[in-house]
T-cell receptor
Framework: DAGVTQSPTHLIKTRGQQVTLRCSPK?????VSWYQQALGQGPQFIFQ???????QRGNFPDRFSGHQFPNYSSELNVNALLLGDSALYLC?????????????FGPGTRLTVL | AQRVTQPEKLLSVFKGAPVELKCNYS??????LFWYVQYSRQRLQLLLR??SRESIKGFTADLNKGETSFHLKKPFAQEEDSAMYYC???????????FGGGTRVLVKP
């Protein structure tokens, strides 16, 4: 099991563009959470998907949206990119039915907005 | 709203010396507390959680509800402990993690 995988590894966009980031959860996991980690800060929760629905959302604008597919993989979409969206985007997966519910993180996608 | 504070951005210690990373939280209920670690060029990974009450890689952490703290300790630091450490809080299973700003630990030979 490769664990949580994310693509692409790095991405460079310009202001106003749109971006899609992808995440495949660890085998056996059904829940995907997305976090934004700005340079020098801890990860900040964006939203969580379970059963193809957004279950929780952090304090992020509607420009940030997501999707979960039947195979539990997920996408994070960001519209109208701003310079401040430059960050490492982390995906974490977990098994909701598992009481321990440990979140396993992917390597992240580094987004640079110019 | 929940909040996690790690007051030290950087901790530099010599090999064999004790190390303590501070974590304070604010939350009115009974949260779950975690320590995550990120070694150089590796992904963020769980180090330990307070409900397990176990020692991982020589690290321990005790939840002090009176002081709302969850400090991470190791009596004898090793060079391989050099990493970024994040304290995190969760209201309940299945909920989001709220992270602190992180503490970089540098263990010098």
């Amino acid at each position: 099991d490769a664990g949580v995988t994310q693509s692409p590894t790095h991405l460079i966009k310009t202001r106003g563009q749109q971006v899609t980031l992808r995440c495949s959860p660890k085998s056996g996991h059904d829940t995907v959470s997305w976090y934004q980690q700005a340079l020098g800060q801890g990860p900040q929760f964006i939203f969580q998907y379970y059963e193809e629905e957004e279950r929780q959302r952090g304090n992020f604008p509607d420009r940030f949206s997501g999707h979960q597919f039947p195979n539990y993989s997920s996408e994070l979409n960001v519209n109208a990119l701003l310079l401040g969206d430059s960050a490492l985007y982390l995906c974490a997966s977990s098994a909701y039915r598992d009481g321990a519910d440990t979140q396993y993180f992917g390597p992240g996608t580094r987004l640079t907005v110019l | 709203a929940q909040r996690v504070t790690q007051p030290e951005k950087l901790l530099s210690v010599f090999k064999g010396a004790p190390v303590e990373l501070k974590c304070n939280y604010s939350y009115s209920g009974s949260p779950e507390l975690f320590w995550y670690v990120q070694y150089s060029r590796q992904r963020l990974q769980l180090l330990l959680r307070h409900i397990s009450r176990e020692s991982i890689k020589g690290f321990t952490a005790d939840l002090n509800k009176g002081e709302t703290s969850f400090h991470l300790k190791k009596p004898f630091a090793q060079e391989e402990d050099s990493a970024m450490y994040y304290c995190a809080l969760r209201k309940a299973a299945g909920n989001k993690l709220t992270f602190g700003g992180g503490t970089r630990v540098l263990v010098k030979p």
